[in-house]
């Protein structure tokens, strides 16, 4: 037991199933040892059938600061908190929780800005692309709008709920004013490719994309956050692609996560955006 955790401590979690891969509560934990605020973050693994009375009990901790959310909850997750940022709203999805001393559950989501800004860390940055995005859940979600905001010069929505993408493509374009639409998970032509869906997460998985149609040149985004190159990006590197693993997504979401936290991270000194969510 960290002999730093007291009665004082201030909890945070990441509630999601499952956590296999997670790393959120190592980036926390390093990060308020650094800061020397005394907190701590611990991983909370549960099913959706059970996510309404976690989140019961969770209210009921006068020491809960906040929490993280991943798969498969950041949908689920909307009817059970008491307020929306508005990036919840207009995603329809959340995977983070301020929790405030008076009680109330504020959710908002940054996987999308995250995604871009860790794009642009790593100099595929989307403005002026045509842009693939597979995948239409709660992370391809956030990412959809944000790409279109950060300036896509085109961009297509795969799912394999053909109805979600058609839907989610309507409101990018209605909001954003991007060129948007739904189509097939067919990346020829694209200069970006995003796959937003779990497949490569587990060895037998298939391809989200059929890395033979990828175009020599093209980047292509895996958002899973894995040690080892995820199929897709050993396919698509053997294409002569330029990829990018879920990494530097990660670091990205959590700029803005730890900012509405009311935390300051800046990974590896990297710049963060000064007009971010705070």
Not at 78 to 95: C, F, I, K, M, S
Request: with cysteine; aromatic share 6%.
């Amino acid at each position: 037991m960290d002999p730093h955790i007291t009665g004082t401590t201030r909890l945070y979690g990441l509630v999601g199933d499952p956590l296999t891969a997670a790393k959120s509560p190592q980036l926390l934990n390093q990060l308020f040892t650094e800061q020397r605020v005394d907190a701590v973050c611990v991983p909370f693994w549960v099913n959706a059938a059970n996510l309404p009375a976690f989140v019961s009990g969770a209210r009921a901790m006068g020491n809960l600061s906040g929490m993280l959310v991943t798969m498969p909850h950041k949908q689920r997750m909307l009817a059970l908190v008491d307020e929306l940022d508005p990036t919840a709203r207009q995603v329809g999805a959340l995977n983070v929780i301020r929790c405030e001393p008076d009680g109330r559950w504020i959710g908002a989501i940054f996987d999308g800005v995250g995604c871009v800004l860790g794009m642009q860390w790593e100099g595929n940055h989307p403005a002026n692309k045509s842009v693939l995005l597979v995948g239409a859940g709660g992370a391809g979600s956030a990412i959809a709008f944000a790409v279109a905001a950060a300036g896509a010069s085109n961009l297509t929505i795969s799912d394999v709920d053909e109805a979600r993408a058609g839907g989610l493509a309507a409101s990018v374009a209605a909001e954003t004013g991007c060129d948007a639409r739904s189509g097939p998970p067919d990346p020829q032509g694209f200069e970006i490719v995003i796959n937003a869906t779990p497949l490569g997460m587990k060895a037998n998985d298939a391809m989200p994309v059929d890395p033979e149609r990828l175009a020599h040149g093209a980047i292509v985004v895996d958002i899973i956050n894995a040690a080892e190159p995820t199929p897709l990006r050993r396919a698509a590197q053997a294409r002569g692609c330029r990829t990018q693993d879920g990494g530097p997504m990660h670091r990205g979401q959590a700029v803005y996560a730890l900012r509405f936290l009311g935390f300051d991270y800046r990974p590896d000194g990297r710049s963060t955006p000064d007009d971010g969510p705070r």
